[in-house]
């Protein structure tokens, strides 16, 4: 799901599945919110978690970028049931794999073989 500004308010814009959706709703002069369902864990157990992200884009001028903070709250409140929450700021840093390691290092230890 995304979570994006439509003027004021903040508004759902976009549900769906597949992450290369996902990821083409945050641009450089976005504010937004994602919520993502991630698969992690080793073959020996396998567990779904949640991420609550927070998209600041590198355009977005320092006065929205402090009201995202207030924002953040209210979303928050609302969206309760998540594993990790992720702040992004650039491009490179909204990657399927490097969510997943944050997820998986917030998540504990690993019991598989490596198989």
């Not at 698969?39 to 779904?48: Q, V």
Request: one cysteine or more; hydrophobic letters at 35%.
């Amino acid at each position: 799901m995304v979570l994006k500004y439509e003027g004021s308010q903040i508004i759902c814009s976009s549900t769906g599945d597949g992450f290369d959706a996902f990821q083409q709703h945050f641009g450089d002069g976005d504010r937004a919110f994602g919520y993502l369902r991630i698969n992690t864990g080793d073959e020996m157990s396998r567990r779904t978690k949640f991420v609550l992200l927070i998209w600041l884009g590198p355009d977005v001028s320092v006065l929205k970028r402090a009201r995202m903070s207030t924002d953040r709250a209210v979303v928050k409140s609302i969206i309760q049931n998540f594993s990790v929450e992720i702040m992004l700021e650039s491009r490179g840093e909204l990657d399927l794999e490097y969510i997943r390691s944050r997820v998986e290092k917030a998540g504990g230890s690993v019991y598989g073989t490596g198989n």
